[in-house]
């Protein structure tokens, strides 16, 4: 597995620290997040899911605890939106450059607003997907934040 990928490359370039972490993926876990976190042996809500969604008919990313649930209507609200709804897989994969499953707000091909959950600003550190299926970043959520120039906001249903 390569453990250089676009979201490892643009962070580098930026002078964020992080370091990389391998796991066994498994494509037909119920849910990819919390099937990354009991491999890394990790508290759920420092193991952070990108999911890409569209607000009013544009992309954006999100990213949150791989344990809990984005609020449409939050997400919407945190943008200045007024509605927003989950990308289909294949439109994700095709503006992202990565695969479902190995989805990182990191390197996308194209810079898009993000969000990222505002209690994981809390945590003394998290994981976020490195842009490659089975691989994860394990950084400062605060250097995530302005690595990404997300926004913080409640955004968890």
């Known amino acids: 597995m390569a453990k250089t990928t676009r979201a490892t490359q643009a962070l580098a370039k ?10 066994a993926y498994h494509a037909d876990a119920h849910s990819i997040g919390l099937q990354a976190a009991d491999a ?3 508290d759920p809500a420092r193991v952070l899911k990108t ?5 009013d008919g544009k992309p ?8 809990r649930e984005v609020s449409m209507k939050k997400l919407a609200a945190a943008l200045g939106g007024k509605s927003a709804a989950m990308m289909k897989p294949a439109d994700a994969e095709r503006l992202t450059g990565y695969h ?3 989805i990182s707000p990191f390197g996308q091909k194209k810079h898009v607003p993000t969000v990222i959950e505002a209690a994981a600003l809390d945590q003394p550190y998290v994981f976020i997907n490195a842009g490659q299926r089975g691989l994860q970043l394990r950084l400062d959520p ?5 690595a990404l120039q997300a926004t ?4 968890v249903a």
């Open 51 to 55: 999911l890409m969604a569209e607000l």
């Open 60 to 67: 954006v990313c999100a990213v949150l605890p791989s344990d």
């Open 152 to 155: 913080a906001a409640a955004i």
């Open 14 to 23: 930026l002078g964020i620290g992080f370091t990389v972490h391998d796991y």
């Open 100 to 102: 479902v499953g190995g």
């Open 40 to 42: 890394l042996g990790e």
């Open 142 to 146: 605060k250097d995530a934040q302005a």
